[in-house]
């Protein structure tokens, strides 16, 4: 950009760049997204409704009783609709036994049936349940994966020719019920006409979903919702993101459910969940979240509704100026430029602040809470992948041996009177205190500062100074906007400081935490925005367990990686063996494993291209048969069940990614 920003060229092409990419009502002032309403039986979806919660049994859909009963724990668990695996005619047809049985029951909670593969049955589904689930990648198109075959122009309209007339039949049996469809896109399951144009791509994904959406718009059919998941939040916020600006410029916004397919369990799904989820609820996008564990599906409902909550009364948050130059791309992942300051910045991943201020008593021992070990036969110390980069003492200092890797932050007048060595403590300052002080660190100098108290010329007196990161701090209740808008002043003025994102809660569960902090922290590293994260919490939650959270957060924004991540499928009716104890046998034997993706999937809807990017896949094949994956090449075809952990763990030390715990 040449242009002076003060100037009205500079301010018209801004605004108009803006328009361009605009995925939501408004960057800085929180509000829904308003979409059209969808009737899903007596149960509302978009418009003025509020959000809904769902989640999907993973029972056998032919067996009814276990069906029923588990439905009944979904919607006791406060579910607004209950989606059911239906892969077969016979489960299709099965569906009017379930509804049947719940209604005598009581339970009228609207169902959904959820197909892959062939329409013939979502057309029967679509008589009995108030929604159907259909996959663009596998409705009609049925490419093999990672096919390298080029269409020729006849042979993609063809497509698109073959899509309408499989399609029609269904819209037309919807209109005739009153049953709304879900066009429910997978970054794994992309057809292979997609792929062979706009490869595994956010762009294929909308591209996938807009031509099923035209043939409904030409119909005049407009009870219809989307989804755009992927086990990779970075590829599902942005395929969500360019799938509203999409249809903003089409002129008519639809339903759309939120959910990150394959997310795994226990810290890691809700985490992975809370980053890409949260991300999008933070901007008002979303009518329904389903949080896709691999666990019981009742207990996702209430990790839903915390989502949720945290976002109810936002619209009365305190006014955030907009920023009128945004150069970041929401559609493209792009670190913001910052200045090398010793280890946070430039190049280097981002940092983990631990917050010890008001730890009591921080000893030699309290370093293993912290990542560190000394190991005195060795006399060097142990460090985890987990192990954070620096802490905040306040106005104290560790007298005890530390390890070179641990940087300490103090206050700055602790800073200033400490008569010993200063080369291991970084100070803390105001921005008052900053310009007002000669004495400062040559190499390092933190400095505190939030939007309300930033002044233009405050951006102007520290550019250039090559020692300085800043600590962006926010009390907005919509804090993420706030600091958002605060780093995009930054950019706006092309200065290059790093920042480290800090948020203060008040939180007495770990999970409530977790959820809050990655939604807060994962919607600004997802777009490059952020050298560091820096959580504090006032209450019972451990710092092993804020250390957990930020790595878990930075993992999931898929910005530093530390462990071992699962992509592990939430099970359904598909699944071909036990999920939930096969992943935790395979948890088990490599959890000490660092940086690698492993891929666990029951089936192979979308098994194959969710774990396109991991680096190793356990794949349910059949019947009590496994097939495994390097890559995307299968090594290991058809294996039993019993034998398939141990297999898997071979083929990694084969592949010299083994080392022992």
């Known amino acids: 950009m040449t242009f002076d920003n003060n100037s009205s060229v500079y301010y018209h092409l801004m605004e108009k760049y803006n328009k361009e990419l605009k995925y939501c009502n408004n960057l800085f002032r929180y509000s829904r997204l308003k979409?059209?309403?969808?009737?899903?039986?007596d149960v509302p979806l978009g418009g003025t409704s509020p959000i809904r919660i769902q989640s999907m049994t993973n029972t056998n859909t032919l067996d009814t009783k276990t069906t029923i009963e588990q439905c009944i724990r979904i919607i006791n668990s406060g579910a607004d609709y209950v989606r059911l695996t239906t892969q077969g005619r016979k489960e299709a047809e099965n569906l009017v036994n379930i509804k049947k049985e719940l209604r005598k029951k009581g339970y009228h909670t609207p169902l959904i049936a959820d197909v892959h593969f062939n329409p013939d049955i979502a057309e029967i589904a679509a008589g009995i349940v108030e929604k159907v689930r259909i996959n663009p990648g596998n409705f009609v198109d049925r490419g093999q994966p990672f096919s390298d075959k080029q269409y020729s122009e006849e042979e993609y309209k063809a497509g698109i020719d073959n899509i309408r007339e499989r399609l029609i039949p269904l819209i037309n049996i919807c209109k005739d019920y009153g049953t709304a469809i879900r066009i429910g896109v997978n970054h794994g399951s992309l057809s292979d006409r997609i792929l062979s144009r706009y490869g595994n791509t956010p762009e294929g994904m909308v591209e996938s979903a807009m031509e099923f959406l035209h043939v409904c718009m030409n119909e005049n059919f407009h009870d219809v919702v989307f989804s755009m998941k992927s086990g990779n939040t970075l590829v599902m916020v942005q395929a969500y993101r360019l799938l509203v600006n999409r249809m903003f410029k089409e002129g008519l916004v639809y339903p759309i459910h939120l959910g990150v397919t394959e997310a795994g369990g226990?810290?890691?799904g809700r985490v992975k969940s809370a980053?890409?989820?949260?991300?999008?609820?933070?901007?008002?996008?979303?009518?329904?979240?389903?949080?896709s564990l691999t666990e019981e599906p009742e207990f996702e409902i209430p990790v839903a509704k915390k989502l949720i909550g945290y976002f109810s009364g936002r619209s009365d948050h305190p006014e955030i100026k907009d920023v009128p130059g945004i150069l970041a791309n929401p559609f493209r992942y792009q670190k913001r430029k910052t200045n090398p300051v010793r280890n946070i910045g430039g190049e280097n991943v981002p940092v983990v602040v631990t917050d010890l201020g008001e730890e009591r008593s921080i000893s030699f021992s309290f370093l293993s809470q912290l990542g560190y070990q000394y190991d005195a036969k060795e006399n060097n110390w142990i460090i985890s992948g987990q192990a954070t980069d620096f802490i905040y003492l306040g106005d104290r200092r560790i007298e005890c041996l530390v390890p070179e890797e641990l940087g300490m932050i103090v206050d700055y007048f602790a800073w200033e009177n400490e008569t010993g060595e200063k080369d291991r403590l970084f100070p803390l300052f105001s921005f008052h205190e900053y310009i007002g002080k000669k004495n400062r660190s040559g190499r390092l100098n933190f400095i505190k500062i939030d939007l309300p108290g930033?002044?233009?010329?405050?951006?102007?007196?520290?550019e250039g100074d090559d020692t300085v990161v800043l600590v962006l701090q926010t009390q907005n209740q919509n804090g993420m906007a706030e600091q958002r808008a605060l780093i995009c002043r930054l950019m706006d003025n092309l200065n290059h400081i790093p920042v480290i994102i800090q948020r203060d809660y008040k939180e007495k569960d770990p999970e409530d935490l977790l959820l809050k902090s990655a939604s807060d922290?994962?919607?600004l590293l997802l777009d490059g925005l952020g050298d560091g994260v820096w959580i504090r919490n006032k209450g019972p939650i451990t710092c092993r367990e804020i250390i957990s959270t930020d790595f878990g957060i930075l993992q999931a924004s898929r910005v530093r990686t530390t462990k071992v991540e699962y992509i592990s499928c939430p099970s359904c009716g598909r699944t071909l063996f036990d999920l939930?104890?096969?992943?935790?046998?395979?948890?088990?034997?490599?959890?000490?494993l660092k940086g690698l993706k492993i891929g666990i999937m029951g089936c192979i809807v979308n098994g194959p291209g969710e774990m396109a990017d991991a680096d190793y896949g356990y794949v349910g094949a059949?019947?009590?048969?496994?097939?495994?994956?390097?890559?995307?090449e299968i090594l290991k075809r058809n294996i039993p069940s019993k034998d398939a952990v141990n297999e898997l763990v071979n083929l990694i030390k084969e592949s010299g990614d083994w080392f022992d715990p």
């Not at 939930?580 to 000490?592: D, S």
């Not at 059949?622 to 890559?631: A, E, N």
């Open 622 to 632: 059949g019947k009590g048969k496994i097939t495994l994956y390097r890559k995307q």
């Open 266 to 268: 226990g810290e890691d």
């Open 580 to 592: 939930l104890e096969t992943t935790a046998k395979i948890r088990k034997a490599t959890y000490h």
């Open 275 to 291: 980053v890409g989820i949260g991300s999008l609820l933070a901007d008002g996008i979303g009518d329904t979240i389903r949080v």
């Open 521 to 523: 922290l994962g919607a």
């Open 454 to 462: 930033l002044d233009e010329k405050d951006l102007k007196y520290l």
């Open 35 to 41: 979409t059209r309403r969808v009737n899903i039986g």
